[in-house]
């Protein structure tokens, strides 16, 4: 599957943004799909995840209460909903992919074997 991240750009705190995350392929439905995202200078981060077709959805700490993340696969897409954004949530985002996921490793970037090109959001103060 190819992924392509969209929907970054400059806000002020307390601002939204939609982040989308389509997907080529068949059977997306098979697929857990999450956001992650990388601030300069840190280590990439989990922030949400949608898993396969009836898996559930799970998010950070950070983003519980402010990001939603929504699945369409009859679009083959994966969105996250940024709200009450903060300067800290600064960062280049990106959506991954993983056929074979497991519960347990669902935060751990290396457990996905398909990553987006990321787009970057930015909060001002």
């Known amino acids: 599957v190819q992924l392509q991240a969209s929907g970054g750009g400059l806000v002020q705190a307390g601002g939204s943004l939609r982040l989308s995350c389509a997907a080529s392929g068949r059977a997306f439905s098979t697929y857990s799909v999450a956001w992650f995202r990388q601030a300069p200078g840190k280590e990439r981060e989990f922030v949400a995840a949608t898993r396969r077709s009836g898996g559930g959805t799970f998010y950070a700490d950070s983003a519980k209460g402010r990001f939603t993340i929504s699945r369409y696969n009859a679009r083959n897409t994966v969105d996250l909903q940024l709200s009450s954004l903060k300067v800290e949530d600064t960062a280049v985002y990106f959506c991954?992919?993983?056929?074979?996921?497991?519960?347990?490793?669902?935060?751990?970037?290396?457990?996905?074997?398909?990553w987006g090109q990321g787009t970057l959001v930015t909060v001002s103060s």
């Open positions: 991954a992919a993983s056929q074979t996921l497991i519960l347990s490793s669902m935060t751990l970037a290396t457990a996905y074997g398909y």
